[in-house]
């Protein structure tokens, strides 16, 4: 990927939790999976906090049934699996395999892979908010390494998302507990968010139900 492509993906990403790729039904797996190839270049133990994953979306809206594989140089198709909520459960293609000529070809209709930044923690009812700082301080530094100099014009990325919690709360060192915000994210909907710089004090986020995954993202817009 392209230095400037490369920029004004990250860019998109930190401001909010999703972007995606144009339509086509065969494209280069580095175009495929944007972002990808970046991830990986980064030193394994500098990206453990968080990870990449990767969405089918058609007009926004998930996709329940996609269909998509992976053909190698040698011409050998390897199927892909998504979930009902149109999530990609294969293995990610490897730096190596990023780098070749392998390709991502769509069966059907095209579809967009939208990919997500992913905080590396379990979802549950109960969160220390220090492993959220940790995940967002090792995702803006690998932002920088990827970015070079160009890295102060990049937004950082600031907040936690919880997709599917129904809200949740911030347990404060005091013992008291105050509301999360909530705000509303395309292809996603209403959504609990913390963003340390705006929460001091706060010693671990709680929900009722567990949240589906943790998102990492930049400040929402309107909130």
Known sequence: ?????????????????????????????????????????????????????YRATRDRRPLSDAKAAIVTPSGASVPLAFDRAGFLTTRLPSLAELKGAGQFVIAGQPFKLAPEARCAIAPSTHIDAAELVAALTQANAAIAKVAGPAAMLIPKMTATYFPDAAGGRAALADGHETPLPVVNV???????????ARAAGTRAVVFARAPSRVLLGGHPKGA
């Open 1 to 53: 990927m392209r230095r400037r492509e490369l920029l004004a993906f990250i860019a998109a990403a930190a401001a909010a939790p999703t972007a995606a790729f144009a339509d086509d039904q065969r494209v280069a797996l580095s175009k495929a999976f944007p972002m990808l190839e970046a991830y990986l270049g980064v030193p394994a133990a500098q990206r453990s906090r968080f990870y990449l994953a």
């Open 186 to 196: 395309p292809s996603i909907g209403p959504i609990a968010f913390f963003e340390p």
